[in-house]
Nanobody
Framework: QVQLVESGGGLVQPGGSLRLSCAASGSIFKIYPMGWYRQAPGKQRDLVAAIASGGSTNYADSVKGRFTISRDNAKNTVYLQMNSLKSEDTAVYYC?????????WGQGTQVTVSS
């Protein structure tokens, strides 16, 4: 089982930037596609961005051109660079594998975009 720890969230003004990190335990991390997901209050958890083990990426339409997902397999870490943040990006952000049975979810990291 892989353990996931997300960090980097916070309060930011509209138009600002944040960089989220997700540290994963276990050497199997590097062979899995990984995704960043978010869940706003009262809504379901949705995929925001995904990255294959080889580095190809996919993004939700709502974040294309603003968010960038990346990974460092040597550090067992996946990142989400978020630019031009909007109020509708406010949510708890989680990472997990993409396309496979989810590992246990971490605690997530809260992102609040507000002036």
């Amino acid at each position: 089982q892989v353990q996931l720890v997300e960090s980097g969230g916070g309060l930011v003004q509209p138009g600002g930037s944040l960089r989220l990190s997700c540290a994963a335990s276990g050497s199997i991390f590097k062979i899995y596609p990984m995704g960043w997901y978010r869940q706003a209050p009262g809504k379901q958890r949705d995929l925001v961005a995904a990255i294959a083990s080889g580095g190809s990426t996919n993004y939700a339409d709502s974040v294309k051109g603003r968010f960038t997902i990346s990974r460092d397999n040597a550090k067992n870490t996946v990142y989400l660079q978020m630019n031009s943040l909007k109020s509708e990006d406010t949510a708890v952000y989680y990472c997990n594998n993409w396309g496979f049975r989810p590992w246990d979810w971490g605690q997530g990291t809260q992102v609040t975009v507000s002036s």
